[in-house]
């Protein structure tokens, strides 16, 4: 603006000094009717710069009158309502497309219309997701939200930097005790409680994230199985006996559900406490909670009696089903049955090849001494 002003204000100096320093002023012969005048392009010059000025002031003056009236009060007002209102359409059709950049300057143009609390609120959610946090901040000081500022600060600080969460527990857990149904601030301390592998302090949030549908249930089903088996695995590091008291503290609701189960599972495969492990998969196996399916991908089958006495009477019922064959082959194999686990993971082979069953059938062979066979069966693991 300032480049422009100055261009006109040299071409204007440059038309009324060229013609005076060469001695030739020219004229303007204006002939209305009957009536002539003539005079010098200088003075012309002069003459429509005033006129201007004076047609600008007039017509300010005639505006001010006119805004003074009811008429014009509400004319005006609605003319800039309905500017503030495109702005603000505009700014919502940005957000939409992903253009957080437009989006904010749009918002900024409602605001100076209207200054409504929902533009500085727009344009501050606009502001932090092009990474201005300063002017986000700015903004929220206009929304008319104070009371709610600390949680924004905060949300903005951990989206900045989510390392810094250390350094804000104190002041994230007051925030939680003050706002414990804030979507975004929930979401944002579970994403740092793990960050720092604080679980105690996550466990408390997982039934509001689950009933405000914070996470999707595959996300959340990893976060809340990720949470207890490694509150589990703390207490069993205690000894054999914590592990079983942690679980018991649990209620009941809690210990049926199928994720806090595996999760419960999954401690006593890694602490080695096979007749425990036994019978909480069986009971899920019983419950429909897991499948044969499930605690083979996730290394859960373990050879005890009673997931035995469930697998044989599977395969009695289904002896062409591969996940029953991998599982008796795996615990024949955990026990020393080799020949038993041969037959059966050849057959699991045959009718479903994975890498795991080749892998378990080459270590089959190797214990029989067959190098030959268990050659030929790593080729294939490689291959699957």
């Avoid at 018991?248 to 096979?274: C, G, K, M, N, P």
């Avoid at 008796?328 to 009718?351: H, V």
Wanted: glycine letters at 6%; aromatic letters at 8%.
């Amino acid at each position: 603006m300032k480049t422009a002003l100055v261009i006109v204000v040299l071409l204007v100096v440059g038309l009324l000094v060229g013609p005076l320093w060469s001695g030739n002023t020219g004229y303007v012969l204006l002939s209305i009717g009957q009536w002539t005048v003539e005079t010098s392009v200088v003075a012309a010059l002069i003459l429509l710069v005033i006129a201007i000025l004076v047609l600008r002031v007039v017509f300010a003056f005639i505006a001010r009158l006119v805004r003074g009236t009811k008429w014009g009060m509400r004319w005006f007002g609605e003319r800039r309502q309905q500017k503030a209102e495109t702005a603000f359409h505009e700014a919502l059709v940005a957000l939409n497309d992903g253009d957080y950049a437009g989006s904010s300057r749009a918002a900024n143009r409602a605001w100076q219309l209207r200054k409504q609390p929902n533009d500085a609120l727009l344009a501050a959610y606009s502001a932090q997701h092009i990474g201005d946090l300063k002017q986000a901040r700015e903004w929220l000081t206009h929304s008319g939200k104070t009371a709610d500022l600390a949680v924004s600060e905060m949300l903005y600080a951990l989206r900045d930097n989510p390392d810094s969460i250390s350094s804000r527990l104190t002041d994230l857990k007051a925030l939680l005790r003050d706002y414990p149904r804030h979507p975004e601030l929930i979401r944002a301390a579970i994403m740092g409680y793990q960050r720092l592998h604080r679980y105690d302090d996550l466990v408390g949030l997982l039934p509001v994230a689950r009933e405000l549908k914070l996470f999707s249930d595959t996300q959340y089903a990893a976060i809340e199985e990720e949470t207890y088996y490694a509150l589990m695995l703390a207490a069993g590091r205690q000894g054999a006996t914590k592990l079983q008291d942690y679980w018991q503290s649990l209620r009941r609701d809690e210990r049926r559900d199928a994720i806090i189960r595996r999760a419960y599972l999954r401690a006593l495969v890694t602490f080695d406490h096979t007749k425990a492990a036994d019978k909480v998969a069986a009971r899920a196996l019983k419950r429909g909670e897991l499948d044969i399916a499930d605690l083979l991908q996730n290394n859960l089958l373990v050879a005890g009696p009673e997931l035995r006495d469930i697998v044989q009477d599977g395969l009695k019922k289904k002896p062409d089903d591969a996940f029953l064959l991998q599982a008796i082959g795996q615990m024949a194999l955990t026990t020393k049955d080799y020949a038993l686990a041969q037959r059966a993971l050849r057959r699991a082979a045959e009718l479903a090849p994975s890498q795991r069953v080749w892998l378990d059938l080459a270590v089959t062979y190797d214990a029989l001494g067959d190098t030959a066979n268990a050659l030929q069966c790593y080729r294939e693991a490689m291959r699957a």
